[in-house]
């Protein structure tokens, strides 16, 4: 036992352990990750599927309250659309995310994010799951363009 501590002294005197020097580091800019560290304290245990919860609650609130008559104006303005992206409605990329047209949908997404989330969120830590999220809409709206294009 006195040997091995010994061996972990050496190696957190020299800056960390043998593996982690050849990593590369993967890491957004400080000031996200700031950012990220300060929306997780606001919310209640650190979830940060909670906010992404948020805006799916917020989003299918507003499909349910949209007049039927403009039902366009939502599609448009939430939803992927070769339309709307010729208009200009840039934000649609990130909004689709979280547009939601039908309740089952809706409640097993937010079923599955909450759970995933959470127990992500305590194996690798909120910013890890930030990153994750940010890079999964990028994809996502990648994706979604390029299928618009063929």
Request: glycine letters at 10%; proline letters at 3%; hydrophobic letters at 45%.
């Amino acid at each position: 036992m006195l040997a091995q501590n010994s061996v972990r002294a050496k190696l957190a005197s020299r800056g960390g352990n043998m593996f982690s020097r050849g990593a590369p580091k993967r890491n957004f800019s400080d000031g996200f990750e700031r950012q990220v560290e300060r929306l997780c304290e606001k919310l209640p245990g650190g979830n940060i599927g909670l906010a992404v919860i948020a805006m799916n609650c917020l989003c299918y609130g507003l499909y349910m309250i949209w007049p039927p008559y403009n039902m366009f104006g939502y599609m448009n303005n939430f939803t992927f659309s070769s339309y709307g992206l010729h208009k200009g409605y840039i934000h649609s990329l990130f909004l689709c995310h979280f547009a939601h047209t039908s309740f089952f949908s809706f409640l097993m997404d937010n079923l599955i994010i909450g759970l995933l989330c959470q127990s992500l969120g305590m194996m690798h830590g909120s910013i890890f799951l930030a990153k994750v999220m940010c890079l999964s809409m990028a994809c996502g709206s990648g994706l979604l363009f390029a299928q618009q294009a063929l």
